[in-house]
């Protein structure tokens, strides 16, 4: 079974920067996808960044500021996050998908969730 545990989540001043990093286990499939997504009290679960093969896609309000890389050595995602904002504040999510999910940003196209970590932005 495919099983996502994602880490690295903690609290920041506004500007500073933070790691986060999930470890996959039992994922395969040369169709595989790896992001991220993110949840704000109140607000709807939203793509933050994905990576299938060389290919990458960020939001909006990621791109310019976030990285996503994997190793596959270690079968790890890395999110690297700078220039952090408040508004950067959420329970970031490590995903999966074990088909081609063309990039995409919204939630339903992933079957494989990790647990949550959670990111704190203060100004």
């Known amino acids: 079974q495919v099983q996502l545990v994602e880490s690295g989540g903690d609290t920041v001043q506004s500007g500073g920067s933070l790691k986060l990093s999930c470890v996959a286990s039992?994922?395969?499939?040369?169709?595989?996808?790896q992001g991220w997504f993110r949840q704000a009290p109140g607000k709807e679960r939203e793509g933050v960044a994905i990576?299938?093969?060389?290919?990458?896609t960020y939001a909006d309000f990621a791109r310019g500021r976030f990285t996503i890389s994997r190793d596959n050595g270690k079968n790890t995602v890395s999110l690297q996050m700078n220039s952090l904002k408040p508004e950067d504040t959420a329970m970031y999510y490590c995903?999966?998908?074990?088909?081609?999910?063309?990039?995409?940003?919204?939630?339903?196209?992933?079957?494989?969730w990790g647990q949550g970590t959670q990111v704190t932005v203060s100004s």
């Open positions: 995903v999966a998908s074990n088909e081609w999910c063309l990039l995409s940003l919204f939630p339903t196209r992933y079957n494989f």
């Open positions: 039992g994922l395969t499939g040369s169709r595989s996808c």
């Open positions: 990576m299938s093969g060389g290919s990458t």
